[in-house]
């Protein structure tokens, strides 16, 4: 009866319109760290020291589904995930046009690690001070190596990083797995990461084997935090950003320039005068705001249906 129970409960999860959550692996610790914030209406608004990820399916109802998909990596310093407004939001949004959103909760740091500066580059020292202290600024983006932003050189006893480029690659393949039943195409799967959680992306991007590679990637203020190899048959790469937050507008550009140089497809928008609203995700500033900025995941959409990547 219990073995009956779990399995008519997972069968409704699967619905159009409900989230199901699959944990990523089998082997989690015996000791789950992970600390939840919830906001008013009772909903996750954030999480914090994550040790036990998962991923969170949310389909859009099955007469507007197009089968297409966008795997969300949720911002947050690589100590917390934005759940509310760089994931909730964003899917709610995402399904009302048929497209699958599915949020990773990646294994996150305890805490900020202490970060030493790294030794200046060449080029003038008051701009690789200013990179040095996260202050750089758009027009700085040449001083990075590989587009490459990580404030600190590698420290060997960190695998944050790592682990959570691991998550993320684990993750696409649960995904490509369960794409049948979820009606996703498998050619049609994309990554969108926010913040940290574009570097996540980008960290597993550098890893991925062929399979693991998704159609499309789309950066929302997330630059790199590893040294960046364009690899064959890159993902149709989406950035967009602030012009003015301090060192990520660098990265950034940066990161566009390694695509473009490489022969590889890249847009990237770059928004002036930016409010909170849109690095709170998508919010109510994305709806109602007249600026462009706010409308930045209308014209991500856009940019998805002139690809083929979503069908309006």
């Known amino acids: 009866m219990k073995r009956l129970l779990s399995l008519l409960l997972l069968g409704c999860l699967a619905l159009p319109g409900l989230a199901q959550t699959l944990l990523l692996y089998q082997d989690n610790p015996a000791e789950n760290t992970e ?4 906001d008013a209406s009772g909903e996750v608004s954030q ?5 036990t990820p998962s991923l969170t399916v949310s389909l859009p109802e099955a007469g507007k589904a197009d089968g297409s998909a966008v795997v969300i990596f949720p911002g947050g310093a690589l100590v917390s995930l934005s759940w509310d407004t ?3 939001q ?20 305890s805490g900020f690690p202490t970060m030493p500066r790294r030794e200046p580059s060449a080029g003038p020292a008051q701009q690789s001070d200013k990179f040095l202290m996260m202050q750089g600024q758009i027009y700085d983006f040449t001083e ?22 691991a998550d993320a690659l684990r993750a696409m393949e649960l995904v490509k797995a369960h794409a049948d039943e979820w009606g996703i195409d498998p050619s049609r799967i994309g990554w969108m990461g926010f913040s940290a959680g574009g570097g996540v992306a980008l960290a597993a ?23 960046i190899t364009v690899p064959e048959n890159a993902p149709k790469l989406y950035v967009a950003v602030h012009a003015d937050h301090p060192n990520v507008a660098a990265g950034c550009m940066a990161l566009f320039m390694e695509w473009k140089k490489a022969g590889a497809d890249a847009e990237i928008h770059v928004y002036d005068a930016v409010t909170g609203g ?14 462009p900025e706010g409308y930045w995941l209308h014209t991500f959409y856009s940019w998805m249906a002139a690809n083929g990547f979503a069908r309006p």
């Open 47 to 51: 999480y914090r020291k994550v040790n």
């Open 278 to 291: 849109f690095f709170g995700g998508m919010g109510q500033h994305a709806v109602q705001n007249p600026t």
């Open 205 to 227: 991007l550098m890893k991925a084997r062929p399979e693991e590679m998704p159609a499309f990637l789309c950066s929302v203020y997330g630059p790199s935090l590893v040294d």
């Open 35 to 38: 600390e939840v914030t919830y």
């Open 144 to 165: 990075l190596r590989s587009a490459n932003t990580s404030p600190s050189e590698p420290d060997p006893s960190d695998k944050s990083t790592d682990n959570a480029a």
């Open 86 to 88: 760089e994931f909730r």
């Open 90 to 109: 964003i899917a709610s949004w995402l399904n009302e046009r048929g497209v699958a959103a599915i949020g990773v909760k990646y294994r996150l740091r």
